[in-house]
């Protein structure tokens, strides 16, 4: 049953055990049929036949008013659902355990909650069982130990471990485990082989046997439905079978640098009782707290109004995107890094940073401190705030080393409870390392981890941080890529653990790590965006091959089809007209052109479907607004370019019998001037209206030049002066009392005077389709301090 | 039918005016005055009713993206001896034939002579062979001269149910219904005899049996009915008259010209938006203000040329002041101005800052209210040409040009996703600007045997923008059963 594959070792050949021959043990049962045992030291036999045991736990639901089994931002319910499958299933969890001390089994650690279990008991191969208790925490092994009372300790006996003699490329090791077939515990063997690392300068490091790796899935919960045994403590002999180790990898290496122990290791390893954990817990928990904070974001309210719905990219504050988040108050924690700053391991992405309002650092009920955000770092999900006034109390301890391999630490996971900030604390171990971003090798736990956990060692200081790794360029990408949809910031393969180390430079110089275009911005600020100044459509492969441009648009699935272009717009200037098929752009030096594919249903237009006519017509109702959203695949993707980046532009100019030619021009992305969800605005609630600065979009989409007064009206209030005036939304106030408007300031400006002058009313020339008419604004309700918006600016 | 679809509009307009319901007199009660009142209708009826027609044309229609032809009901009533009548202009446009059912219950075939969108009139006239018998023929009574509470009667055939009559009184004699550019012209006699569909162009008359208006349109059953004042009707119908005996009748129907000067006026009390503007002082009877205000000048008329601009007081017209005080005055002020001579200068006067202004203008001939239809058969849509009057928006956005009118479902164009009010701008390489464009486009694609694929790229402009559609006619749809 043994395969032979030949590895390029040299001479030598790695024996892949992929079937373990079976062994039956003397006291777990005969098996007659099992007539070709293979060759396993009798005394080894012996020894694991005695010294193997089985656990087996009964769980109960965690009794403790402390259980937090329904928060749900909390691992407790995860876990909780494993127990509750046993309870349910009326089933015990059965581990594989050693006898290694006088009434003490080592079983690998599994972080069993210890308010769960209702009972332990210990089974011997030879069918004996006795009651046991959880015992202790080995701090150097994967393990933990479960203990039998007294009376009981005489029926077990403890496995002896001979001193580990010199391993060498002539020493073949042996491994015997216990794994249960069908409802026998049978033992199992097999021969370990070293295959040698070698080192420069050193001696090679030998591994023996197979499986090595960070995978621990001895340290994986088990569910009713896991194989029993799996993973479960294996011994380790010499080839004279005198056992040597443990292992919870199944196999030896000379460093114990994975999943294995030898003896001394195992008998010497300091321990801590797990009955005291809960108390040293409560204690670190507490000091932790002092570094940890809670930190209130707040967005700015999102005013809709003329600017139509803006499309929300998704962001690592929930999916719900910048718009989702208008008005709203979010709660993160932080950690304290120096008396006036905090980390936030959070990303903040471009968009939700620049409605960002206010935030303030909560130190209990009713009593916070407004801090400002210093800036989001470019290489991972995190931020820095800073108090605006007064002093954090404690930094949080800086660890001065990783945690040894298989030195159990703190995976901090802050989240409010019972309306306080709290920090759950689970053990995990380092697992190993794997090769990631940039092709570095980051360290990894046994344990589950989500960006934003705090990892402090078992003395509660900080060695690293889970955060999501960021990519360059990622969000530029995310756009151009029309099943962007799919994946996002917050993948869970792009999140690791940052070790303190990489983050210290970023936290002592964060100006030189921050991401230059993720700002805190006005409200109007916020709402521009790039342009290149066009409008488009997008091509069918039908459409494509009808218009011969089947080629170069690769059947249409590449190309935006331009229908306008604004002028004085960069696309103007580099000579883009309405009918050329722009292609692809090029950001900075870059080779890899993005190619422009803009997502059907996402970012076309919003007027895909023709307005409605009717009510139109008849001058009565609000107009139909025939201006397109300026937010849409190409503004949106120029914004992740980046204002200020130097871009090449290859688009494509239909000509007859596809003879049409590419051309490329070199452009700078420019912000382009206010569209209408980014105008300058006034509102009063009392006379009923919003108006907006007419904007370039506006202007073009109603033929009015430049030079044309107005402003838009966005928006009326039932039953205000505005709409028994009749004047609608989306028309167009040319005129206040015969005087042009060149804005919403100047409309404010002249009811202002004419409150001002007595006057009761202000005549308005109001544009709707081309056609004026005038109307009469009662204004004497009006009330200067009803104005909104007017000190607003894009600075 | 056009006066259905604005009932809503209607009731709205109707509700805000002030508009009130009454209930019909219950006329087998003695009457009060001592007047036989049960009398007096027979009398009116015994007059009107051999007048009366039930009209059935067989109208076209293309609205559904496909030519269709179908009969509809409405009613008439006759104008003359020799056998014009009038009808409205949502009943007999279109009409590839117009049957008429006389009050002896003869069916006789008509020529629709005249029609006049802008007031909703048409005027028909009966194919008879000449030298027969003189029709009976209404009167018309001087409608300017009804009172509100005046009793009339409503004849015609509500949904197809002929020689019906229904009695109500005159609620307004003027009221004006704020139509975008339709119906500039009238106001309407609102009344509450019941005026349904298949009522519209029958006659509204008086208690003397004399034509009062045209009846066209109706709010449901409401108490609610709109008539064309029987002076307007007169007026248009001998306007239609006098131009179809010069025109020879290959070119019927004949349509009212009217002068254009590009002035759209609103009221110095404008009590819908409750916008108040002062007027000039008059001098007669109760010093009313005079002048109306002009609200929009459009780009490129006559009046932009003569510089007129939106505010300004329109004072005088052909050296008569004008009283623009009140919404209701509005449509005679355009009648004025319609009526001015076309490619004559005139001169106006108009106030501006205070300062009275003459002004030379010289009106044009007022363009097509509507435009004309075709039918792109086995492509399954229908288009239309755009006209300022009838569709403002698509005009505002592109001008001139060719806008779909209907996509048949299913069909070839509703596969390309084309739509109705999509302007069309090429097909194929034909750049559409007329009708005519679009008609040699089609035929030339639709008969080329020569070619491989039936795929067209049409160029459309949608919402103002442009974007290209690919219409395949490979399957034909109008084969299926």
Redesign the interface.
């Known amino acids: 049953m043994a395969a032979t594959t030949t590895v390029p070792f040299g001479r030598l050949a790695v024996t892949m055990l992929c079937g373990l021959a079976l062994l039956a043990a003397g006291a777990a049962g005969q098996d007659a049929s099992d007539t070709s045992e293979p060759a396993i030291p009798e005394r080894l036999r012996k020894a694991a036949a005695a010294s193997f045991v089985t656990v087996h736990f009964t769980f109960q639901k965690d009794p403790s008013p402390d259980s937090d089994d329904a928060a749900p931002d909390s691992y407790a319910p995860s876990r909780q659902r494993m127990y509750q499958q046993y309870i349910d299933l009326k089933m015990t969890m059965d581990v594989v355990g050693v006898v290694i001390a006088p009434g003490e089994i080592m079983i690998a650690d599994r972080q069993i909650n210890p308010r769960c279990v209702k009972a332990v008991e210990v089974r011997t191969l030879a069918g004996k069982a006795m009651p046991a208790t959880l015992g202790e925490l080995m701090r150097r092994c994967d393990a933990v130990t479960v203990k039998v009372a007294r009376a009981h300790a005489g029926k077990l006996t403890p496995m002896t471990f001979a001193p580990r003699a010199e391993l060498s490329m002539a020493t073949d090791l042996l491994r015997v485990g216990l794994d249960k077939v069908e409802d026998k515990w049978r033992l199992i063997h097999g021969t370990l082989k070293p295959t040698p690392v070698l080192r420069t300068d050193k001696k090679p490091w030998l591994l023996f046997g197979r499986g090595f790796g960070e995978s621990h899935g001895a340290l994986r919960y088990l569910s009713p439905t896991t194989p029993a045994g799996m993973g479960g403590p294996g011994i380790i002999a010499d080839e004279d079978g005198n056992p040597i180790g443990v292992t919870c990898a199944g196999g030896l290496d000379s460093r114990e640098f994975y999943g294995c122990w030898v003896g001394a290791t195992v008998l010497n390893a300091p321990r801590v009782a797990l009955a005291g954990l809960p108390e040293y817990k409560r204690k670190l928990r507490g000091t932790l707290l002092k570094a940890v904070h809670e930190v209130t974001v707040q967005f700015r309210q999102g005013g809709g109004g003329g600017g139509g719905d803006e499309f929300g990219a998704s962001s690592r504050f929930g999916s719900r995107g910048p718009s989702g988040l208008a008005g709203r108050e979010v709660t993160v924690f932080g950690v304290a890094v120096s008396d006036k700053r905090i980390f936030i391991p959070k990303g903040l992405d471009r968009k939700v940073a620049a409605q960002l309002d206010a935030m303030y650092v909560k130190f209990s009920a009713g009593r916070r401190a407004r801090a400002k955000f210093l800036g989001a770092y470019k290489d991972f999900g995190g931020m820095l705030i800073e108090l605006t006034s007064g002093t954090l109390p404690v930094a949080v301890p800086a660890a001065p080393k990783l945690p040894d391999r298989h030195e159990p630490f703190w995976i901090a996971s802050a989240r409010k409870r019972y309306a306080a900030k709290h920090v759950d604390l689970r053990r995990a171990r380092l697992s190993g390392r794997r090769r990631g971003f940039a092709n570095g090798y980051h360290w990894r736990a046994n344990a589950t981890m989500k960006s934003g956990d705090l990892l402090f060692d078992y003395r509660g200081r900080l060695f690293g941080v889970v955060l999501n790794q960021r990519i360059e360029d990622e969000e530029q990408r995310r756009v151009a890529d029309p099943r962007a949809g799919s994946y996002s910031y917050g993948r869970s393969d792009s999140q690791r653990i940052f070790l303190l180390s990489e983050l210290q430079p970023r936290l002592a110089s964060p100006d030189k790590h921050f991401d230059t275009k993720i700002v805190v911005k006005s409200r109007l600020a916020a709402r521009r965006r790039s342009w290149l100044g066009v409008e488009f459509v997008t091509l069918s492969p039908d459409v494509a091959e009808q218009m011969k441009v089947a080629k170069p648009t690769k059947d249409g699935s590449v190309g935006l089809l331009i229908n306008a272009v604004y002028p004085n717009s960069p696309a103007a200037a580099i000579g883009l007209r309405e009918g050329d098929i722009l292609l692809r752009v090029a950001v900075g030096g870059k080779t890899d052109p993005i190619e422009l594919k803009a997502g059907r249903g996402r970012y076309v237009s919003r007027y895909d479907s023709y307005p409605r006519f009717g009510g139109n017509d008849s001058g009565e109702g609000p107009a139909e607004r025939t201006w397109k959203a300026r937010e849409n695949f190409l503004t949106t993707l120029l914004d992740a370019i980046g204002v200020g980046t130097k871009i090449t532009v290859t688009s494509y100019r239909p000509a007859g019998e596809g003879k049409g030619a590419e051309q490329t021009a070199e452009v700078t992305v420019t912000m382009a001037p206010p569209d209408i969800s980014a105008a300058r605005r006034w509102k009063n609630r009392k006379i009923g209206l919003s108006v907006r600065d007419l904007t370039y979009e506006v202007r073009q989409a109603l033929t009015l030049k430049p030079s044309a007064p107005g402003v838009v009206l966005v928006k009326t209030e039932p039953g205000s002066p505005a709409s028994i005036a009749r004047i609608w939304p989306n028309e167009i106030i040319t005129h206040a009392d015969g005087k042009p408007l060149s804005g919403a300031w100047d409309l404010h400006k002249a009811i202002a005077a004419a409150k001002a002058a007595n006057a009761g009313k202000v005549r308005l020339a109001v544009l709707r389709l081309g056609k004026s008419r005038f109307a009469d604004l009662k204004i004497d309700a009006y009330n200067p301090d009803d104005d909104e918006g007017l000190d607003e600016d894009y600075e | 039918m056009r006066g259905s679809a604005c009932l809503a509009?209607l009731l709205?307009v109707a509700m805000l005016t002030g508009g009130c319901i009454r209930e019909v007199v219950t006329v087998r009660e003695t009457p009060t005055t001592g007047i036989d009142f049960q009398q007096i209708i027979e009398t009116a009826k015994e007059r009107v009713y051999p007048a009366l027609v039930f009209v059935k044309p067989i109208r076209e229609d293309f609205a559904s993206g496909e030519r269709s032809r179908a009969e509809v009901f409405g009613s008439g009533v006759i104008i003359s001896a020799d056998g014009y009548l009038l009808t409205n202009n949502h009943v007999a446009e279109k009409a590839v034939q117009v049957n008429c059912v006389l009050g002896d219950r003869e069916q006789v075939r008509a020529t629709v002579v005249g029609l006049d969108p802008e007031t909703d009139l048409a005027l028909l006239k009966l194919d008879r062979p000449a030298g027969g018998t003189p029709l009976t023929y209404a009167q018309f009574a001087d409608s300017d001269k009804l009172e509100e509470g005046q009793f009339v009667m409503a004849l015609g055939s509500p949904f197809g149910f002929t020689r019906s009559i229904s009695l109500g009184i005159i609620s307004n004699t003027k009221r004006y219904i704020?139509?975008?550019?339709q119906y500039q012209y009238n106001l309407w006699l609102q009344t509450d005899a019941a005026i349904n569909p298949g009522n519209s162009g029958g006659p509204l008359v008086d208690t003397d049996g004399k034509v009062v208006g045209i009846n066209t349109l109706g709010v449901g059953a409401s108490g609610i009915g709109f008539a064309i004042p029987g002076n307007v009707a007169r007026d248009v119908a001998r306007r239609m008259q006098k131009l179809a005996a010069r025109t020879d009748r290959a070119d019927w129907p004949v349509k009212v010209r009217r002068a254009y000067t590009g002035l759209?006026l609103?009221a110095l009390k404008d009590f819908?938006?409750?916008?108040?503007?002062d007027g000039v002082a008059g001098t007669g009877v109760g010093k009313n203000p005079r002048g109306v205000?002009i609200?929009?000048v459009?780009?490129g008329s006559p009046a932009d040329d003569a510089k007129i601009r939106?505010?300004d007081l329109l004072l005088i017209v052909d050296g008569q002041f004008v009283d623009g005080q009140y919404v209701e005055q509005l449509p005679a002020i355009r009648r004025t101005l319609a009526d001015l001579l076309v490619d004559v200068p005139t001169s106006l006067t108009v106030v501006r800052d205070d300062v009275e202004q003459a002004v030379r203008i010289i009106p044009v001939l007022k363009g097509k209210f509507e435009g004309a239809d075709f039918e792109l058969r086995r492509w399954n849509f229908t288009v239309k040409e755009i006209t300022k009057f009838s569709n403002?928006?698509l005009h505002?956005?592109h001008g001139e040009g060719v806008f779909i009118q209907g996509v048949r479902y299913p069909g070839c164009a509703n596969d390309a996703r084309l739509?109705?009010?999509?302007i069309i701008l090429h097909i194929g390489d034909v750049p559409v600007k007329t009708i005519a464009d679009v008609k040699k486009a089609y035929e030339r694609y639709v008969n080329d045997s020569k070619l491989v694929e039936k795929?067209?790229?049409i160029r459309i402009k949608?919402?103002?923008?442009?974007?290209?559609?690919?219409l395949?006619w490979t399957k034909d749809y109008l084969e299926e059963n």
């Open positions: 509009g709205a704020g139509f975008g550019t759209q609103q819908n938006t409750n916008t108040f503007t205000l609200k929009n459009e780009a939106p505010g403002p928006t505002f956005q739509r109705s009010n999509d795929k067209v790229l949608r919402g103002g923008f442009q974007e290209p559609k690919l395949n």
